[in-house]
């Protein structure tokens, strides 16, 4: 079946302007998660749905980051006032949402460029 | 919460010879321990991934050990190619929070 799918595949945007990243998580899967990946380091966590419910956004760098998950299905990921800093792969992932050891399928991630 | 840190952060070794790279973590809570391979602009795929009840896992030339006391996992790679050219990641995981090492950046040369 289908995997994680992102859209868009790239973003480039002004400082200043806000922009919306969307997740398609693998069908069936309760958990999702959003990750932010600076060149050259590993995938740092933002924030953790299980179903529709925002379990642990205590990865969310600050107040201008927000993501929903209406449905429990898909998500975006929202981003406010954007600054440079704010330029990364965002990478979505998903898991069936039993906990402990399942496994998460990451999706090809958006490239944001904050100019 | 849970620091991962990982060695070396670039290797670079002979075509067939073995690649092993190490993680330490900080949560004794961690249960599950994954590691995934990074190609340029590609999306991180899993190639393996240990569980805390186990010690170590194999799969034909890649193999994770983990020591719990220690707090620390290894992944080893043997009979190295050029394709498994690329940045490993790994991670530590309590529940559903996972937290991803820097990476180390593998470089396999023919």
């Known amino acids: 079946g289908a995997g994680v799918s992102q859209t868009p595949s790239n973003k480039v945007t002004e400082k200043g302007k806000y922009v919306e990243l969307r997740c398609d998580p693998i069908?069936?899967?309760?958990?999702l998660y959003w990750y932010r990946q600076s060149l050259g380091q590993g995938p740092e966590f933002l924030i953790y749905?299980?179903?529709?419910?925002?379990?642990?956004d205590s990865g969310l760098p600050n107040d201008r980051f927000f993501a929903v998950r209406p449905e429990g299905s898909v998500s975006t990921l929202k981003i406010q006032r954007t600054e440079r800093g704010d330029s990364a792969v965002y990478l979505c992932?998903?898991?069936?949402?039993?906990?402990?050891?399942?496994?998460?399928?990451f999706g090809p991630g958006t490239r944001l460029t904050v100019l | 919460g849970e620091n991962v840190e990982q060695h070396p952060s670039t290797l670079s070794v002979q075509e067939g010879d073995s690649a092993v790279i190490k993680c330490t973590y900080s949560d004794s809570a961690s249960n599950y321990f994954p590691w995934y391979k990074q190609e340029l602009g590609k999306r991180p795929q899993l190639i393996i991934d240990?569980?805390?009840?186990?010690g170590e896992k194999k799969d034909q030339r890649i193999a994770v050990t983990l020591n719990k006391t220690a707090k620390h996992f290894s992944l080893h790679i043997t009979e190295t190619q050029p394709e498994d050219s690329a940045v490993y990641f790994c991670a530590a995981r309590r529940n559903n929070d996972m937290r991803f090492g820097a990476g180390t950046r593998l470089t396999v040369k023919p």
């Open positions: 240990i569980r805390s009840n186990v």
């Open positions: 992932a998903s898991s069936l949402g039993r906990g402990g050891a399942d496994t998460q399928y």
């Open positions: 069908s069936g899967h309760t958990a």
């Open positions: 749905f299980q179903g529709t419910g925002a379990a642990d």
